[in-house]
T-cell receptor, first 117, second 114 residues
Framework: AQKVTQAQTEISVVEKEDVTLDCVYETRDTTYYLFWYKQPPSGELVFLIRRNSFDEQNEISGRYSWNFQKSTSSFNFTITASQVVDSAVYFCALSEIPTSGTYKYIFGTGTRLKVLA | DAGITQSPRYKITETGRQVTLMCHQTWSHSYMFWYRQDLGHGLRLIYYSAAADITDKGEVPDGYVVSRSKTENFPLTLESATRSQTSVYFC?????????????FGPGTRLTVL
């Protein structure tokens, strides 16, 4: 069965510090997608990144970077030089790719990041 | 406006009443989803729909009913609301196909059942 674990319930950092949010997943499938979403205090859910199981290249987008390691079933998210605007709840999600039918998502319970000025 | 909208944004109701939460998307996405968000549980899938007139249960469907007569609309009905259904409800949609699998979410509806 699918499972996504975000063991860090809440993290507080001081502005400009780097922070890594952990995501560990479980799946029996060899083909799957991983995602990160951001939920700022305003409440909406914002898609950040998609990674499929065949692409283990790390990705960098500005101050954001993602480290995908199949060997440890992890898809960690690092924010470099954090800013107050990064304060949000971040969700990791997993979706398997069925040969037929729809896609189902499993979300982790989220990590609340507080960036202090 | 283009995108995915939900109405109402806030709703207070009483136990036993029927409540319908609306979801509308303008992208013509094939798939639509309903989630509830509760502290300690993240987002849990209630129902989803792969196309008009095709719906299926998710992880926590009990007490909810959905329909999808049109591609753009996916209402969620609580037939007899209970206090345990107090939650924030998110609607989401995605395009069909294997290459793009991310979901795009509406702004959410905060429902309180007294």
């Amino acid at each position: 069965a699918q499972k996504v674990t975000q063991a860090q319930t809440e993290i507080s950092v001081v502005e400009k510090e780097d922070v890594t949010l952990d995501c560990v997943y479980e799946t029996r499938d060899t083909t799957y997608y991983l995602f990160w979403y951001k939920q700022p205090p305003s409440g909406e859910l914002v898609f950040l990144i998609r990674r499929n199981s065949f692409d283990e290249q790390n990705e960098i987008s500005g101050r954001y970077s993602w480290n995908f390691q199949k060997s440890t079933s992890s898809f960690n998210f690092t924010i470099t030089a954090s800013q107050v605007v990064d304060s949000a709840v971040y969700f990791c999600a997993l979706s398997e790719i069925p040969t037929s039918g729809t896609y189902k998502y499993i979300f982790g319970t989220g990590t609340r990041l507080k960036v202090l000025a | 406006d283009a995108g995915i909208t939900q109405s109402p944004r806030y709703k207070i109701t009483e136990t036993g009443r029927q409540v319908t939460l609306m979801c509308h998307q303008t992208w013509s996405h094939s798939y639509m989803f309903w989630y509830r968000q509760d502290l300690g549980h993240g987002l849990r899938l209630i129902y989803y729909s792969a196309a008009a007139d095709i719906t299926d249960k998710g992880e926590v469907p009990d007490g909810y009913v959905v329909s999808r007569s049109k591609t753009e609309n996916f209402p969620l009905t609580l037939e007899s609301a209970t206090r345990s259904q107090t939650s924030v409800y998110f609607c989401a949609s995605k395009i069909s196909g294997r290459s793009y699998n991310e979901q795009f979410f509406g702004p959410g509806t905060r429902l309180t059942v007294l």
